[in-house]
């Protein structure tokens, strides 16, 4: 039924990569709207592959339950891509329906779950200290464990040292299960004592090694089970099968150099589509070149990986996670099945940092934001820069893709992209606020 009423027939015309919609809908949509919007959101992706920013994308909007806007460039309507840190919102979702079930609290402190945690050491100017508090389960959900990335600060350091060892070792063929590595991540010293700052880093692969242990199983195994199946997110995990490889996308890479020429070795995938004749005919120097190398201990994604990384580790196509954001904007419910309770997913809707945390921010895209639960959470629409609801929440990743739920509006935003180290927040804000131009 219509806000008037009555039932609305919602159809969407066919534009070139673009889904035909033809069903009846609650709200009524204003079709020639939404097919401007989305013809304007190409156009904005058509501007930065030009300057040579990305080779392609993939974008979808869903809304009222309905993909109102799909569109591939240069890729593969089934191409899969790697999310890296979108992973982290589906281990958010993996460690709620634990603490749904009462089997997880994120009062209770990590060495209680892994015991190699209990006695953390930070590192400060003058040297070690003991930590004054325990690192809480909470800790890890909003980053507030002191738990780093691999960086070139002091206390990125030691974690550097260890990761480039790792990753050594993935080269030569020996793997580290996701067990051993986190057992190897407490022997490293903290950047601060838990809660007292945000910094981005290892909590969510944390996270992973706890689920884990308390669901007594690997943690690909609990989410194949407990979100992908019932979801029908059946191209989605922590490898490629090699009946479709042909479907992965090259993975690029952001330029450090001053090399400013086509990179002539690439040879982009069959889901590439047409990223290979761009790439010829660009007409502006690329500022990205194919990756020839692998971080924060992943595999080529070939083969069933020892470590699990719930904080990166995860391939997935545009369909696929497009199911999951819908999930999300529709309070936990997804494919006929739900995955989370309602109350659960509302939590995901506050953010869990204090006044004093959220000023420790330091990523630019994330301004006028709050975080926890691994994802941003809408706050301030003036320093953000964005259309959108107090309570929006969603993350993105280190190749690109980024995604929006807004369960208020059951509105969601994914899109797809594929060049390591990419970071565009204008774009990603002229993205974001032409596709809520067609909420009614």
Same mark, same amino acid.
């Given at each position: 039924?219509?806000?008037?009423?009555?039932?609305?027939?919602?159809?969407?015309?066919? @534009?070139?990569?673009?889904?035909?919609?033809?069903?009846?809908?609650?709200?009524?949509?204003?079709?020639?709207?939404?097919?401007?919007?989305?013809?304007?959101?190409?156009?904005?992706?058509?501007?930065?592959?030009?300057?040579?920013?990305?080779?392609?994308?993939?974008?979808?909007?869903?809304?009222?339950?309905?993909?109102?806007?799909?569109?591939?460039?240069?890729?593969?309507?089934?191409?899969?891509?790697?999310?890296?840190?979108?992973?982290?919102?589906?281990?958010?979702?993996?460690?709620?329906?634990?603490?749904?079930?009462?089997?997880?609290?994120?009062?209770?402190?990590?060495?209680?779950?892994?015991?190699?945690?209990?006695?953390?050491?930070?590192?400060?100017?003058?040297?070690?200290?003991?930590?004054?508090?325990?690192?809480?389960?909470?800790?890890?959900?909003?980053?507030?464990?002191?738990?780093?990335?691999?960086?070139?600060?002091?206390?990125?350091?030691?974690?550097?040292?260890?990761?480039?060892?790792?990753?050594?070792?993935?080269?030569?063929?020996?793997?580290?299960?996701?067990?051993?590595?986190?057992?190897?991540?407490?022997?490293?010293?903290?950047?601060?004592?838990?809660?007292?700052?945000?910094?981005?880093?290892?909590?969510?692969?944390?996270?992973?090694?706890?689920?884990?242990?308390?669901?007594?199983?690997?943690?690909?195994?609990?989410?194949?089970?407990?979100?992908?199946?019932?979801?029908?997110?059946?191209?989605?995990?922590?490898?490629?099968?090699?009946?479709?490889?042909?479907?992965?996308?090259?993975?690029?890479?952001?330029?450090?150099?001053?090399?400013?020429?086509?990179?002539?070795?690439?040879?982009?995938?069959?889901?590439?589509?047409?990223?290979?004749?761009?790439?010829?005919?660009?007409?502006?120097?690329?500022?990205?070149?194919?990756?020839?190398?692998?971080?924060?201990?992943?595999?080529?994604?070939?083969?069933?990986?020892?470590?699990?990384?719930?904080?990166?580790?995860?391939?997935?196509?545009?369909?696929?996670?497009? @199911?999951?954001?819908?999930?999300?904007?529709?309070?936990?419910?997804?494919?006929?099945?739900?995955?989370?309770?309602? @109350?659960?997913?509302?939590?995901?809707?506050?953010?869990?940092?204090?006044?004093?945390?959220?000023?420790?921010?330091?990523?630019?895209?994330?301004?006028?934001?709050?975080?926890?639960?691994?994802?941003?959470?809408?706050?301030?629409?003036?320093?953000?820069?964005?259309?959108?609801?107090?309570?929006?929440?969603?993350?993105?990743?280190?190749?690109?893709?980024?995604?929006?739920?807004?369960? @208020?509006?059951?509105?969601?935003?994914?899109?797809?992209?594929?060049?390591?180290?990419?970071?565009?927040?204008?774009?990603?804000?002229?993205?974001?606020?032409?596709?809520?131009?067609?909420?009614?």
């Amino acid at each position: 039924m219509g806000k008037n009423g009555a039932d609305i027939c919602f159809h969407s015309e066919y @534009k070139t990569g673009c889904e035909i919609i033809a069903q009846k809908g609650y709200f009524i949509m204003d079709t020639n709207r939404i097919n401007r919007a989305a013809d304007d959101m190409e156009a904005i992706l058509q501007e930065e592959i030009a300057s040579g920013g990305v080779p392609g994308a993939s974008f979808a909007v869903q809304y009222h339950g309905q993909t109102v806007m799909r569109r591939h460039i240069n890729y593969k309507p089934d191409a899969i891509f790697r999310v890296y840190s979108m992973s982290k919102p589906i281990t958010a979702v993996a460690a709620h329906i634990l603490w749904e079930r009462g089997q997880l609290d994120w009062l209770t402190p990590l060495s209680y779950y892994l015991p190699e945690f209990a006695h953390m050491k930070v590192l400060t100017d003058s040297g070690l200290e003991e930590a004054n508090r325990p690192i809480f389960l909470l800790d890890l959900l909003r980053m507030t464990s002191g738990i780093v990335y691999p960086d070139s600060d002091l206390p990125g350091q030691p974690m550097q040292a260890l990761f480039d060892r790792i990753q050594k070792e993935i080269a030569n063929g020996k793997q580290t299960s996701t067990q051993e590595l986190c057992r190897l991540i407490a022997q490293q010293p903290l950047a601060f004592h838990p809660g007292e700052r945000w910094r981005y880093g290892l909590s969510c692969d944390v996270m992973g090694a706890v689920i884990e242990k308390v669901a007594d199983q690997p943690l690909s195994a609990f989410m194949e089970k407990e979100i992908f199946e019932p979801l029908g997110m059946s191209d989605t995990g922590f490898y490629v099968p090699e009946e479709k490889q042909s479907r992965f996308t090259t993975l690029y890479e952001v330029k450090t150099d001053a090399q400013t020429e086509t990179d002539a070795a690439a040879k982009p995938n069959a889901a590439d589509g047409p990223v290979s004749q761009a790439m010829a005919e660009g007409s502006s120097p690329l500022r990205y070149k194919e990756a020839t190398s692998r971080h924060l201990c992943l595999t080529e994604c070939l083969t069933p990986p020892a470590f699990a990384s719930g904080g990166a580790g995860i391939v997935s196509t545009l369909d696929d996670y497009v @199911k999951f954001a819908d999930m999300l904007a529709h309070y936990g419910v997804g494919n006929g099945h739900r995955i989370l309770g309602r @109350k659960t997913v509302e939590c995901f809707e506050h953010g869990q940092l204090d006044e004093a945390q959220q000023k420790t921010i330091y990523f630019d895209h994330i301004r006028g934001y709050n975080y926890g639960n691994f994802m941003r959470v809408y706050d301030d629409r003036t320093a953000s820069g964005c259309s959108g609801d107090p309570g929006e929440f969603g993350w993105d990743g280190w190749t690109g893709p980024y995604f929006l739920a807004n369960p @208020k509006e059951e509105f969601a935003f994914v899109l797809m992209l594929q060049v390591g180290g990419y970071s565009h927040p204008e774009m990603i804000r002229r993205l974001r606020n032409t596709a809520y131009s067609i909420v009614e």
